[in-house]
């Protein structure tokens, strides 16, 4: 299991409603561990209502995603000898590329305790993003009809969810100094023309370092989330 990020202080006891788990894994992950992660939890929540729920902050290896449904057609490669692993995954949404540079938030939440409403998720996650980025004072964008977060027109924020009885899995990604050469070899969430950005193009020097606690505490926010301590093994 990832490692709690020890900064974090316990906060009340383990049944506290809002409680969460905080994992923010130290090195880059590959992504079938955080996923195989993902779901042991959504599994844990399935059978205990009560329980705590969990969010990861981390960043991959190098690989690419497929959501459920998603078009061959935009990969550029050949897929029996994809440039970086790829993953045909449980959530909704086209090919994204996951890579170090690139911070990805994955919250296993019960919507029950929220508003079940899966549109209210996906604005919601959008929401943190706005937020991270009015912290480094950059606006984001939203789309008309689309889902993520632009810059200037260009794309810096992926979000691409999965529900079981409204427990949520996969979540969003932001690129922040990630090298974005890799994003050619796919049609990025499968909108043609449409250009992917990263943060350090706004704020030259800007690191993952610097975003990833705001991040931690925009989902805080927005989810009403009150980070717990160490859930053991």
Request: include cysteine.
């Amino acid at each position: 299991m990832p490692v709690v990020n020890s900064k974090l202080d316990p906060v009340g006891a383990s049944a506290h409603p809002d409680g969460a788990f905080c994992f923010e894994p130290p090195d880059p992950v590959p992504y079938d561990i955080a996923w195989e992660d993902q779901h042991r939890w959504q599994e844990r929540l399935l059978a205990d209502p009560t329980a705590p729920e969990a969010v990861w902050i981390l960043q991959h290896r190098p690989c690419y995603t497929l959501g459920r449904g998603a078009s061959l057609e935009h990969l550029h490669f050949d897929v029996a000898r994809p440039p970086h692993p790829l993953h045909h995954i449980d959530r909704g949404g086209e090919v994204t590329h996951h890579l170090p540079g690139q911070i990805v938030v994955y919250p296993v939440l019960d919507l029950q305790r929220r508003t079940p409403d899966l549109h209210v998720h996906l604005r919601g996650l959008e929401q943190v993003l706005i937020d991270v980025l009015a912290e480094l004072g950059l606006r984001g964008e939203r789309q008309e009809g689309l889902t993520g977060l632009w810059l200037d027109g260009r794309k810096v924020g992926a979000i691409g969810i999965g529900c079981r009885r409204w427990i949520t899995l996969h979540g969003l990604s932001l690129n922040v100094d990630c090298d974005l050469s890799g994003f050619n070899a796919i049609t990025a969430c499968g909108l043609e023309g449409r250009e992917v950005g990263r943060l350090s193009d706004w704020i030259p020097g800007l690191t993952t370092d610097q975003v990833q606690p705001l991040i931690r505490d925009a989902l805080a926010d927005q989810f009403r989330l009150v980070w717990q301590g160490s859930p053991g093994s």
